[in-house]
């Protein structure tokens, strides 16, 4: 593989703003994606979540419920440790766009009427990390010091 796009990959242009940004939202994702996944935290997990996705015409609904499921939950925990973290956001905005889309904007704004805003800040969340990546105190940045 090209040198240069692993060091593209793996580089930052953020210092510890990053980690207190990747955390958080990293702990999140694994959460929800605990319960598409596992059913864990009061989820339904795959079989219902599939279920779910398949009556708002995402089909087929088991496997859109593990890539759901698995993009948020694996990207989560890479998010955590800062590790391919842009790749991990990029596919964690693009989980976000879906439910935005899917699921949310015909409810208006706010969460209590099960509208976008939850969504759309994780989407600006995941968009923030992909475009600056991981910061200093990460996995990347570990690596790219290493493979340097």
Known sequence: MDNALIQ????????????????????????????????????????????????????????????AGSAEFF?????????????????????MVVALFSAHIGNGLFMSNNGYEYALTLLAATLALAIQGAGTLSLDSALRNRLA
Do not use: C, D
């Open 75 to 95: 990207g989560g925990l890479a998010l955590i440790l800062g590790l391919l973290t842009r790749p991990a956001a990029l596919v964690s905005a693009f989980t």
């Open 8 to 67: 593209r990959t793996l580089s930052s242009n953020a210092g510890l703003a990053a980690l207190v940004l990747r955390v958080p939202v990293g702990i999140i994702l694994v959460a929800h994606g605990a319960q598409k996944l596992f059913g864990w935290f009061g989820g339904y997990g795959l079989e219902g979540t599939g279920q779910f996705m398949s009556s708002l015409g995402l089909e087929p609904g088991y496997l859109m419920a593990l890539l």
